[in-house]
DNA sequence: GCGAACCGAGAAAACGCTTTCTCAGCGGTG
DNA sequence: CACCGCTGAGAAAGCGTTTTCTCGGTTCGC
């Protein structure tokens, strides 16, 4: 005799019926409205917990116009930055009663803004991770996402708080220090073109280099991941450099990796360092030398400001950057000629 | 003119005005229904393109009584493992127009059930993934959450299917391997008590035990991450074993690394295995032996069981038992007694 | 030339909720 | 004693779609 309605799940007018009371009582019962008598209220709540009774979230969403739900948009759940930001994300926003829904790009960039688009319209707001898209094509979409907060990147449009890291001032760091360490031939293995996170550190790049007339810094293609690192073994020994800073991490590992094979002792013959301190870096051997990004936290941060926007709260800071920490361990050390300098 | 709607967004409503037609009709036009006069529809679909038209995903998913969403349950984010069966089931599910919900329990087993029914309401269907809640609970559940798979755990309710990895199988192997190489004392780095996963591994170990009786096998408490292979460090030389079965590449890694604080040379002093294989695993140095899950697959294959659940199909094979492959690399190594014995 | 079958599109119901509107019923006041 | 304000709960109107129902207008067959 329970289930009358379509779907074959309970709904609120099944509670209605069996505490005899219109389903507007049960609706108000539920939301804990005090203008019900408590007698009634407590029949309604028997008749819901007999019949096991959720309210169904899709008519509550329709109905309230919200979700509680936000979504987060990445180029590539594989890597582990994003995943460690989702952590975040997912964490703080659960801590608020907030689920995540997730839209992985695979790193095709012209795919992002529909994706985004959709992912916008389920949600109540929308996280945009180092998108891969154009300037002009954020610039075009970011007022159809508001809600939105946007992680490394940034946009003119007003309203859209964007949370990024200083690659620039990182990469900087981990040269000064290569350089403190005595190399004066330095590679850098660069990450996916289409990285604007990648363009930073170019960019900060060219800034030591003018600090640093007498450094030489010669570029290499690359990528984002191991495989990357592992592959430009031959590169990095053609170039001739002594201090090797990886796009990150994963690159550092590979790179490492591919060294370790080729007989070549780190830090011994060449320091390597990362980006990132992705947990790995640390029981990495050698462990990593790298620049810290407090990554997770980015993700919490990313969370509050979106929260901040979805309530409509005056946003303190519509924005932050983070700076990298310069992580020192055992990958980069002293270089050769240094070293016998010292030694000799 | 245009935004008349309450919500600010332009609805289903604004495009029929827009085209001098009833909503019907619009939807009509937006769903492919070939009924409508071809003229009208150019009309509409003017009318929808101009106006930038979208229909909303909440009210589509009221009247069809479907998300298009799928969700999952993990116990903790963090952990490698359940990122990669994420990942795998996140892009598969893309493929068929599905977006994937997620839910971290953060090893609260005690949530883990509530979670689970949140998010199955708003979704067609839930992956339950490793879940620590009891056999009693599950059980319990299991029918409410249809259409539902499981991974890593089993349930006696008809129509589930699950996709367990056969992890006491894996850990035998690992322990034959370490065995032929002449290591006769040997130390199992046990996993969360809650993980069903490492119940199978003690299971399997039983077996092995059985089958081995000259070899003895330590067990000593552990944890699923990197801190506990490196706090564990005392506990396993104080075992003396000379063979460690870490219970995955995480703990491993962490043993490594504190072995290689010691002093100890890994294999040299002692052999390291663990299990996943998961990426880093190939670039830790020594490369780690371990036993290769197939676990993105494990994620798309969840999400074909999923699917066809939803759809109601016939479900050839209601679950699937993976067969983790012995990867054997330079972290297992001949015991000591028995290099000696070839040495000299 | 008239009824039947058909076609296309608007009206209306349905999906499952929340919330405003409305109106009995009741106690208090002048 | 009539009137007023108040309380509490049902009726009904949304929320934005899809889909069934209905019906005027053709076209076809006899």
């Given at each position: 005799m329970v289930r009358k309605s379509a779907t074959g799940r309970i709904g609120i007018a099944d509670v209605a019926v069996k505490a005899g009371v219109s389903h507007a009582t049960v609706s108000r019962v539920m939301n804990g409205?005090?203008?019900?008598?408590p007698e009634i209220a407590s029949r309604v709540r028997a008749a819901a917990a007999e019949l096991k009774y959720q309210p169904n979230p899709v008519g509550r969403s329709l109905a309230l116009g919200k979700t509680d739900t936000i979504g987060i948009v990445v180029p590539d759940l594989a890597n582990p930055t994003f995943q460690a930001i989702l952590r975040g994300l997912s964490r703080a926003a659960a801590q608020d009663g907030y689920r995540v829904l997730i839209a992985d790009s695979f790193e095709v960039s012209s795919e992002e803004s529909i994706l985004a688009g959709e992912a916008r319209r389920r949600c109540d707001g929308l996280v945009l991770c180092a998108p891969r898209m154009t300037d002009a094509e954020l610039e075009e979409i970011a007022p159809s996402l508001h809600p939105l907060v946007l992680i490394n990147r940034t946009t003119a449009t007003t309203g859209v708080p964007s949370l990024v890291v200083d690659y620039g001032q990182g990469v900087q760091d981990l040269a000064e220090h290569l350089v403190e360490l005595g190399h004066t031939r330095l590679a850098f293995l660069a990450?996916?073109?289409?990285?604007a996170s990648n363009g930073m550190r170019l960019q900060g790049l060219e800034t030591f280099k003018a600090a640093h007339p007498h450094v030489d810094v010669t570029m290499l293609e690359g990528g984002s991941d191991f495989d990357t690192g592992h592959e430009a073994v031959d590169a990095v020994l053609e170039?001739?450099?002594?201090g090797i800073l990886a796009f990150n991490d994963l690159v550092a590992m590979g790179l490492m990796s591919g060294l370790h094979e080729r007989g070549i002792d780190v830090p011994g013959d060449m320091s390597v360092t990362g980006f990132d301190d992705i947990p790995f870096a640390k029981y990495t051997t050698p462990a990593l030398t790298t620049a810290a990004v407090p990554i997770t936290e980015l993700g919490e941060q990313a969370w509050r400001q979106l929260r901040a926007l979805i309530r409509k709260e005056e946003n303190d800071a519509p924005g932050s950057r983070y700076q990298p920490r310069l992580e020192v361990r055992s990958s980069s050390g002293p270089a050769r000629a240094a070293r016998t300098a010292v030694h000799g």
């Open positions: 409205n005090y203008t019900v008598d990450g996916p073109p289409r990285s170039s001739g450099a002594t």
